[in-house]
């Protein structure tokens, strides 16, 4: 095929270069081009091989790692963490299967998802049905090892944003006791961070709403609120006021940050804003002097490997900013944003992360220890969680 395209490129009939490259590669005729495909053929091979061994290593890794039960989750949004049979289940009640097929099949950059997200929320469209994915998500979670989760969620107008918050937080009580456990007994400790979608929370009224609602529901185990939602819409400026009050009442913030080009005024103000935490932050990295900001601020940095790569905000996990940062000492935790629309697991970003860049079992475990600092629950659950990390063996 390569060879194809430099015969192409070199003019028909092939031009000098074309012809050297043709008998470098194999030579022209018919048995060259027999050669040239059983060249490719075992190219071909090797490389699967070589994936196949990457994959098993990695989930022989992620594996140790669920076994180990030491995961720390503070970015995960409900509806993209969505159990995938559940899902196929309530879209085939609703005459949208072949739809969830479909965008269970296609490739999808950032901007896409949100159309994804969509058709997520056609499906999960009433109380029930929300209270089930909540719970089930937490369960998928404590399966996967993790000891505490913050589970993110945008409540919508589709369902009525209290009966939302409600549905919600019923399901995570299924899953884990009263407003989401609290470590003690050594089962998975979970909360509930608000979100406020930058499309449809279109005004400073709305967006308001849900702070309210995180204020009101704050002892049920609402913990924070983010600001999330596609990040080519919206301005800080109409949510500020609503941000400023939830950290008056006490509830943790968290941004979505820098997560596409040329919006390098909006990061700077998120940055000044002082949240409590920033997630993906990848063109933040990207400008020296957004770096310089982020880094003298010290505000922890919610990263997602699979995330970025699959949309392809980073070019792969080798260029991932969790290099930069980790090596600057930065405070950062390791999630999986959305782990049905990404098809990870914490486990395996944990994985991918000790395989990428070399870190031991050991120092995956000090970054879900240093996690527990930035997480927005009583400090009575952080001890509770952390001696669990601490007994947990893998
Ligand atoms: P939900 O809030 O419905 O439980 O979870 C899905 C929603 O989370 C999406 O509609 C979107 O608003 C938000 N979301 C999920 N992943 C991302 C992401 O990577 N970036 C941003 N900005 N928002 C996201």
């Known amino acids: 095929e390569e060879v194809g395209r430099d015969v192409g490129a070199g003019g028909v009939g092939g031009g000098v270069r074309a012809r050297r490259l043709m008998a470098n590669r194999g030579g022209g005729g018919a048995r060259g081009r027999r050669r040239r495909r059983r060249r490719a053929r075992r190219r071909a091979t090797a490389r699967m091989r070589s994936d196949d061994a990457k994959n098993d290593a990695r989930a022989r890794r992620a594996a140790a790692f669920a076994r180990a039960r030491c995961g720390v989750e503070l970015h995960a949004h409900v509806n993209g963490c969505v159990r995938e049979d559940t899902l196929l289940e ?43 994915v909540t719970r089930e998500v937490c369960e998928d979670f ?39 456990g609290d470590g003690a007994d050594g089962e998975l400790a979970a909360r509930i961070i608000l979100s406020v979608d930058r499309a449809r929370d279109d005004d400073a009224s709305k967006a308001m709403e849900t702070i309210d609602l995180a204020i009101k529901y704050k002892e049920r ?37 820098g997560e596409v080009a040329n919006t390098e005024a909006e990061q700077r103000a ?29 505000i922890p940095v919610e990263l997602c490997l699979t995330s970025n790569v699959k949309t392809r905000s980073c070019a792969g996990f080798a260029e991932h900013h969790f290099a930069k940062l980790r090596s600057a000492g930065h405070p950062i935790c390791l999630c999986t944003d959305d782990t049905w629309v990404f098809q990870t697991s914490l486990s395996r970003e944990y994985a991918i992360a000790a395989e990428t860049f070399g870190l031991t079992d050991d120092e995956i475990r000090d970054m879900s220890t240093r996690a527990m600092d930035f997480a927005f629950c009583d400090e009575d659950v952080k001890l509770n969680v952390l001696a669990n990390i601490r007994n947990s063996t893998s």
Do not use: M
């Open 142 to 180: 404590a399966r996967d090892g993790a000891r505490y989760l913050e589970l993110r969620t945008t409540p919508k107008e589709q369902i009525g944003k209290e009966r939302y918050v409600e549905a919600v937080l019923s399901g995570l009580e299924d899953a884990c006791g009263r407003c989401g």
């Open 270 to 298: 998120f940055i000044a804003f002082r949240p409590d935490r920033l997630g993906h932050c990848v063109y933040t990295v990207r400008d020296e002097s957004l770096l310089r900001d982020l880094l003298a601020s010290k």
């Open 90 to 132: 309530l879209a085939a009640a609703r005459g949208l299967e072949r739809e969830c097929e479909r965008a269970l099949a296609s490739d999808r950059d950032l901007l896409a998802c949100f159309e994804i997200f969509k058709l997520v929320h056609a499906c999960v469209d009433d109380a029930a049905a929300l209270r089930r």
């Open 221 to 257: 185990g609402v913990v924070g609120v983010d600001l999330s939602g596609s990040p080519v819409v919206g301005h800080w400026d109409r949510y500020v006021a609503a941000f400023e009050k939830a950290r008056a009442h006490g509830l943790g913030t968290s941004l979505h940050n």
